[in-house]
C-alpha cells in the first residue's frame, strides 16, 4: 500500500489484528520514531479516526480496533472455522490451477461437515504432482472446472475463519480465484496451523502436516489430498486450541492476532502480496529485499529461493524482535537465480561486500569461522585461535573451522598433553622467574623458567604440528593409555578428564581430515551440475525444469585453499581451459601467502563442503599441477554427450 492514506494504513493494520491495537502504537505506525508524548498520541489518532463508523474504541482499555472485528470476539468453543486443503498444479497461482478442494467445518473444536471436489483445471497435471497427490488427468476429466465449483465452496465457507497448513499458500491461491471469479478477495479471517504450531511447539524440528499428525499420534490417512489433509490440520486445530486456552488465549479475535505475530512476539506487517512470493523460482540464488522507497535493506541467500523468502512472512524466519522489524519494511523483493547454493553463498557475499545493506549488520547470522595458529618464528611457540589469517611468514594456519566452543577445548586438551605453553606474548625465559599455575600444577612444560630448552620444547611443538597435519595415532593412543591407567588406578575423575580430553581430539582430529583438503596446502576442484529434480519440486511449469537442463555445470577450482577460478563446462574447451590455468598457477598459488581477501571465498568454500551432502556436487583432488580435462568432462556428467560429439564430427 505504497500511496495509502493513514486512515488506510490504519485500516490494514487492525483489520489483521481483531484484538485491537493502543494509540502508541497506532501513532508509531504512522509516524516511526514517534510516540514520546502519549497523551498526543491519543489526541492525534481520536482526531483522525474517531468520527469514522469504521473504527471503534474501548475507553477503559485504551484501545481501538474495527467495528468488523467486534464479531471476533467470542469465546474459542462458539467459533466457527473452516479448515481448507488444496491441491493444486503448481506452486504459483493461475487462473483454473487448482485441482481439488477440501474443507471441514468446525464449531468450536468439532468436525461439523465436509467439502469435497475434484476440479478440472487448464492445464496438464504435470507427472510429479500426479506422483505426489495420485490425482491423474483421467480422474479430472469429468469434473466440474473452478468457475462452476467456487460458488459452492464459497457459500460453505461463509464468514467462517478460514485455516490451513501454511495458510499463505492456500490463501493466495483461493484469494486469485475469489478475485477472477467474484471481483473480491477473501475477506474471512485466517489462522494458519503451520504458524500456531511454531509459537505452541518451539522445540519441534519438523513442521509438516504429516510430522505434527504423529507427534500428536493422529492419522496420516489421506494425506497429500484435499479432504485428508484437511482433516489432519483440523484435528491439529482443535489441539492447538486446547493448547492456547491453557495459555489464556480462549477468545477468537485474540488467537487470531496472536497468529499474526512472530515467534518474538512482535507482529509482522505483511506489504508484499503472497502472488509475488508465489512467483518467486524455487532455484538457488540471492534475494535482495527494499522498502517502499527503493532503499535496499537486507540481501541474503537461499537453497530455494521461494520457499526461503515465504519463510519471512510465514513466520518461520520471524524468531526475533529484528527480523519482525525487517519485514515490517520490506516492499519490494528482488531475486537474483544461481547455478548453485554453492554460488549462491557468493554472490551474496560479494554483494553484501559491495552494496553494505543496513540490516546485514543487524542480523549477521552466519556462524563465525577460526583457525588454530602457530607462529613458527616465535622461540617459545603456542597454540592461537583466532578469527583472521596472517601473511607474516612463518605462521601455520589450520582451518577455517567454523564454531569456537569445541575447538577451544580441543586445543586447550593439545596443549595440556604437550606440555605447551598457554600465555600471550614473547618470552624471556629466567630461571628465577616464578611459572604460572599451570606451570606448578605440570600442564606446561615452563619454558619461562628454563625447565625445559627451546630444542626440546621445540620437539613438542613438532608433534602438534603432526597431530594438526593429520598423524595422531601416536598422541591418541597416548591418551587412550593414560585414561586406561587411571581407571585401573580407580582414579575415575582422572580417568573421565583424559576420557573427555580424549573425545575432543578425536572430534577435531576428524574435523581436521575433513579439512585436510582445503587447507592452505591442498587442492582441488568442485564441480557442480545443475539437477532437473531440484526444479521438479517446484511443480509450477515444465519450463522451469527444462530451464534446469540447460544450464551448465560449473567448476570451482581451489588451489591451497583458496578459489582460484571459477568456469562454466559447456565443452572440452573450457575443460582444457581450467586445466592449462591449473598448470599455470598451482604452484604460484601454492608458494604465495594468503591475501586478506581471498579469506571470505575461502571461508564460504570451506563452510560449502562442510555442510555439502553427496548429490551436490563431485570433488577432485589434486595431488599436483596436472589434471586431465576428460576428468572435468566426468565429473560434469558430460562425458557422454562429449563422446557422441565426437562421433558426430568424425562422421
Keep these: 500500500m505504497p500511496h495509502a492514506t493513514a486512515r488506510e494504513k490504519l485500516h490494514a493494520f487492525l483489520e489483521a489484528r481483531p484484538a485491537g491495537a493502543d494509540a502508541a502504537e497506532l501513532v508509531g505506525l504512522l509516524f516511526k520514531g514517534a510516540g514520546s508524548d502519549p497523551e498526543l498520541g491519543a489526541r492525534l489518532i481520536h482526531g483522525l479516526i474517531g468520527g469514522d463508523p469504521n473504527f471503534v474504541c474501548d475507553e477503559s482499555a485504551g484501545m481501538w480496533a474495527l467495528r468488523q472485528s467486534a464479531a471476533l470476539r467470542i469465546p474459542l468453543r462458539d467459533a466457527r472455522f473452516v479448515v481448507v486443503d488444496l491441491e493444486t498444479t503448481g506452486g504459483r497461482a493461475a487462473a483454473g490451477s487448482i ?39 483421467e480422474m479430472v476429466r469429468g469434473a466440474p472446472p473452478i468457475e462452476q465449483a467456487l460458488p459452492a465452496f464459497r457459500e460453505f465457507l461463509g464468514d467462517a475463519v478460514m485455516v490451513a497448513h501454511n495458510a499463505t499458500f492456500d490463501h493466495s491461491f483461493l484469494d486469485f480465484e475469489f478475485r477472477r471469479l467474484f471481483g473480491i478477495g477473501v475477506r474471512n479471517p485466517v489462522l494458519c496451523t503451520l504458524r500456531l504450531s511454531r509459537r ?47 495459555m489464556g488465549l480462549n477468545r477468537l479475535d485474540r488467537l487470531i492476532d496472536w497468529n499474526h ?61 529484528k527480523t519482525a522489524e525487517l519485514i515490517s519494511h520490506v516492499h519490494a523483493i528482488e531475486t537474483r537465480p544461481a547455478s548453485s547454493p554453492l554460488d549462491a553463498a557468493l554472490n551474496e557475499a560479494r554483494l553484501i561486500r559491495e552494496l553494505k545493506p543496513p540490516y546485514n549488520r543487524m542480523l549477521k547470522s552466519a556462524a563465525p569461522a577460526f583457525f588454530v595458529k602457530l607462529d613458527l618464528s616465535d622461540p617459545f611457540p603456542r597454540l592461537q585461535i583466532s578469527p583472521k589469517m596472517s601473511a607474516r611468514v612463518g605462521v601455520m594456519h589450520l582451518g577455517p573451522f567454523i564454531g569456537r566452543h569445541n575447538l577451544d577445548h580441543a586445543t586447550r586438551a593439545l596443549s595440556r598433553l604437550l606440555g605447551l605453553r598457554t600465555c600471550g606474548g614473547k618470552l624471556a625465559p629466567d630461571e628465577d622467574f616464578s611459572p604460572c599455575v599451570y606451570g606448578q600444577m605440570g600442564r606446561c612444560a615452563a619454558p619461562c623458567n628454563l625447565t625445559i630448552d627451546e630444542d626440546a620444547y621445540n620437539e613438542r611443538v613438532g608433534r602438534a604440528v603432526a597431530f594438526l597435519r593429520g598423524r595422531n595415532g601416536h598422541l591418541m593412543g597416548e591418551l587412550a593409555r593414560a585414561r586406561e591407567q587411571s581407571a585401573s588406578a580407580m582414579r575415575f575423575e582422572e580417568a573421565r578428564r583424559y576420557h573427555r580430553e580424549l573425545e575432543a581430539l578425536s572430534a577435531f582430529s576428524e574435523r581436521v581430515s575433513r579439512l585436510s583438503r582445503v587447507v592452505t596446502e591442498n587442492n582441488l576442484v568442485i564441480v557442480i551440475a545443475p539437477r532437473a529434480e531440484s526444479y521438479e519440486a517446484d511443480a509450477s511449469s515444465e519450463a522451469d525444469v527444462s530451464s534446469a537442463t540447460s544450464a551448465k555445470p560449473i567448476a570451482y577450482v581451489v588451489l591451497s585453499g583458496r578459489l582460484a577460478m571459477t568456469r562454466e563446462i559447456d565443452s572440452l574447451e573450457a575443460a582444457e581451459a581450467v586445466s592449462v590455468f ?39 583432488y589434486l595431488n599436483g599441477a596436472a589434471l586431465d580435462p576428460e576428468t572435468i568432462i566426468d565429473a560434469a556428467g558430460m562425458g557422454e554427450s562429449m563422446t557422441l560429439a565426437r562421433a558426430a564430427a568424425a562422421d
Design 261 to 321: 505475530r512472530g515467534t518474538a512476539g512482535k507482529r509482522v506487517e505483511r506489504h508484499v502480496p503472497p502472488e509475488v512470493i508465489a512467483a518467486l523460482p524455487r532455484t538457488p540464488g540471492v534475494y535482495l529485499m527494499g522498502n517502499e522507497r527503493g532503499d535496499l535493506l537486507y540481501i541474503g541467500k537461499a537453497a530455494r529461493l521461494r520457499d526461503r523468502v515465504a519463510s519471512y512472512f510465514n513466520g518461520g524466519a520471524a524468531r526475533n524482535a
Design 200 to 246: 505452541l511447539l518451539p522445540s519441534l524440528k519438523r513442521r509438516r502436516l504429516d510430522a505434527l499428525a504423529d507427534h500428536f499420534g493422529l492419522s496420516t490417512a489421506g494425506r497429500h489430498r484435499g479432504l485428508g489433509d484437511a482433516r489432519m490440520a483440523a484435528e491439529l486445530l482443535s489441539i492447538f486450541i486446547e493448547m492456547a486456552a491453557k
Design 582 to 620: 591449473i598448470a599455470e598457477n598451482y604452484d604460484r598459488y601454492r608458494m604465495g601467502p594468503v591475501a586478506r581477501g581471498e579469506l571470505e571465498a575461502m571461508t564460504i568454500v570451506a563452510r560449502w563442503l562442510r555442510e555439502r551432502q553427496a548429490k551436490d556436487g563431485r570433488l577432485i
Design 99 to 137: 485441482i481439488e478442494i477440501g474443507a471441514c467445518r468446525m464449531e468450536g473444536q468439532r468436525i461439523t461437515a465436509t467439502f469435497e471436489t475434484l476440479l478440472r483445471p487448464r492445464m496438464e497435471i504435470p507427472r510429479f504432482v500426479t506422483g505426489l497427490t495420485s490425482i491423474t488427468n
